[in-house]
């Protein structure tokens, strides 16, 4: 049905957290941020230590730190994003099996398991399908 795109961190320092978790799991790093990366960051008055989301890769899935201003008690900190081929099918085969439909975005949706813990399903990108 599908499978871990991502794990999802909402945090208040993205790259600090990152570098924690880097740290901590064998085989995992920040990923390499670009010229045009860093040309696009500049842009925003940002550098690679004040991006607001900041990539690990390793042997596993990867690992997303983004910036969520604030503690929401209403949010999981840490989420799964799943990557799916039939997201309306899969949302209908969940809310099914106890689940709840959040929100729907033109590439994700955000739901809640039959305990609330919210997860994302995600389009499969066109690039990784191929």
């Not at 740290?23 to 045009?36: E, F, Q, T």
């Not at 085969?93 to 809640?112: D, F, I, Q, S």
């Amino acid at each position: 049905m599908g499978k871990i795109h991502e794990i999802v961190f909402d945090c208040d320092k993205p790259a600090k957290l990152a570098t924690f978790w880097v740290g901590l799991l064998d085989g995992y790093a920040i990923r390499a941020y670009d010229d045009a990366e860093i040309a696009r960051l500049a842009a925003l008055g940002l550098t690679p230590e004040t991006d607001p989301t900041v990539m690990v890769d390793g042997p596993g899935p990867s690992i997303c730190f983004q910036n969520v201003e604030g503690r929401r008690y209403d949010n999981n900190r840490v989420h799964f994003d799943i990557e799916v081929d039939d997201r309306p099918g899969t949302v209908e085969h969940l809310r099914e099996a106890g689940a709840e439909t959040v929100r729907v975005l033109p590439t994700y949706t955000v739901m809640r398991d039959p305990e609330g813990n919210q997860f994302c399903l995600v389009d499969i990108r066109e690039a990784m399908a191929a």
